[in-house]
């Protein structure tokens, strides 16, 4: 017997549907009768036909069980099971619109995570850059928000790790004290870094999955963002291309004797200093402090170096290092 049948919907088992299709076919039928025709056991017959009965499918006269009128008997089981559809309908509607503001409610909540205060912000900025496996990308302006770079451990951790950073600095930060010193051992590090005249926001991202951001600025309380794969983490991804893009190349070398001057008039690491931090846009004096130079020494390195490139001007300068790779 098969497994499904057509008045399956109506709540009819296979053995009840094919039973009333016989008595339907037959004027009466008694239990045996029904069995021999079906070839079932009497004891899903019993079964049977009390189910139709008690569904008033089926009545027993003369000891003989006989069909009730489909129109009359099945009608009202379809107009039943017909209200129970749309009812059930309506309910999946509203189950439906209930789920899809739930799962906005859940996604929003998954995909951007506020955090406050100076030791939760510095705490998960170090696991952002910890968890990072193949590259970070930051950008960074002239004020730590709540970890500087001396104080970003993680980040020396991520270069020992193979980890690769591309930075882009806001050119203040070379001129705030111990700056360029610190932008120079994150360079000698291995560390890409690109100055920048501004930089519009601080900004990491960890392998383009996870990003970090302050919202609030306020040293009382300071708060941030995570936010992990999103169209805003695109969008966030975005502004660092534009920013490193438009950003300058920065190259400083370690500095060696100020009376150092190579024999085939190359540029001594030294120059390549003073070049590098003059390409970013530092005056005299804030390259002088930075390097721990003073003023005079910082013009006649300049001087030398525009002799070299055979040039007048400082502008001449840069587009001479720029095409002839000094930085």
Known sequence: ?????????????????????????RTAATRDEL??????????????????????????????HVAASPAIALTPLVTRRRDQLRRAELELATLAERYRTMAADRAAGDLVEVVTGVDVIGRRFGQVQAAATDEVQALATGKAVAVSRADNKAEDEGVR??????????????????GAADTARAVSSGEEVRVAQTVPIKL??????VALLPISLEPSLPVAVIVHRSGLLDALQALFDAVWDRAWPLRLGVAGSLDEVPADDSLTPLDHQVLALLLTGLTDRAIASQLGLSMRTVQRRVQRMME????????????????AAWA
């Open 308 to 323: 070299l490139a055979g040039v007048q001007t400082r502008m001449q300068l840069g587009w001479h290092a720029a095409k």
């Open 35 to 64: 069995a021999t025709a079906l070839g079932a056991t009497p004891t899903e017959i019993d079964r049977a036909l009390a189910s139709l009965h008690g569904m008033g499918l089926a009545t027993r006269s003369e000891g003989r």
């Open 1 to 25: 017997m098969n497994d499904t049948s057509p008045l399956s919907a109506l709540g009819l088992r296979p053995t009840e549907e094919a039973a009333y299709r016989a008595l339907v076919a």
């Open 204 to 209: 990491v991202i960890a392998d383009r999955s």
């Open 161 to 178: 790790r193979g980890v690769r950073y591309r930075v882009v600095i806001a050119r203040t930060v070379l001129e705030q004290e111990g």
